[in-house]
């Protein structure tokens, strides 16, 4: 069965403190992979779309990174305002969207 | 430019009642997709809707159904809810639904069933 899968499911990390987060994924007929942020009360918002491996994209402190088998999020001297929860989804080739369940980031001044 | 809303924000149900969600995309976005988010199971999708007709469908019951009007915006329904209906339920709006778009999501409404 096809599986999203993100770890840690929760992160700590101080004002600086770099660190990276995983989505890997077992899907057959990969389209395209997500990722998203979502702050507590509000819907995910958009972050970045990797459709083959190899591919990298940047904006600001986050960079995606996407192999064939998974992506991860690195985040470069975080700061308290990156605390969210952070959404990987992948898209199959019949347009289903699955997402993982999240990695709760939590930055500390 | 106005993003999606969703209406209402937060609805106290009974068992056995049924609910009717709306949602209003993004200006000028002919697709809307509808998610359920709980703490346990994360985001799971529900159906897709492109130009009026149900493009993609999850993995939920009958008893979860939609449709969307001819401006786009969008309903969900859900009859004889149970207990664990409790949910966030998210609309999400793109462009032409080319399935590789980015989502543009509402900020959903809270249902809780008591």
């Known amino acids: 069965e096809d599986q999203v899968t993100q770890s840690p499911e929760a992160l700590r990390l101080q004002e600086g403190e770099s660190s990276s987060l995983n989505c890997s994924y077992t899907?057959?007929?990969?389209?395209?992979l997500f990722w998203y942020r979502q702050d507590p009360g509000k819907g995910p918002e958009f972050l970045f779309t990797?459709?083959?491996a190899g591919e990298e994209k940047e904006k600001e402190r986050l960079k995606a990174t996407l192999t064939k088998k998974e992506s991860f999020l690195h985040i470069t001297a975080p700061k308290p305002e990156d605390s969210a929860t952070y959404l990987c989804?992948?898209?199959?080739?019949?347009?289903?969207?699955?997402f993982g369940a999240g990695t709760r980031l939590t930055v500390k001044p | 430019k106005a993003g999606v809303t969703q209406t209402p924000r937060y609805l106290i149900k009974t068992r056995g009642q049924q609910v009717t969600l709306s949602c209003s995309p993004i200006?000028?976005?002919?697709?809307v997709s509808w998610y359920q988010q709980t703490p346990g199971q994360g985001l799971q999708f529900l159906f897709e809707y492109f130009s009026e007709t149900q493009r993609n469908k999850g993995n939920f019951p009958g008893r979860f159904s939609g449709r969307q009007f001819s401006n786009s915006r969008s309903e969900m329904n859900v009859s004889t809810l149970e207990l664990g209906d409790s949910a966030l339920y998210l609309c999400?709006?793109?462009f032409g639904g080319g399935g590789d778009e980015k989502l543009f999501f509402g900020s959903g409404t809270q249902l809780s069933v008591l």
């Open positions: 990797l459709y083959s």
């Open positions: 999400a709006s793109s």
């Open positions: 200006s000028g976005h002919r697709s």
């Open positions: 989804a992948v898209l199959h080739n019949n347009n289903d969207m699955r």
């Open positions: 899907v057959s007929g990969l389209r395209g």
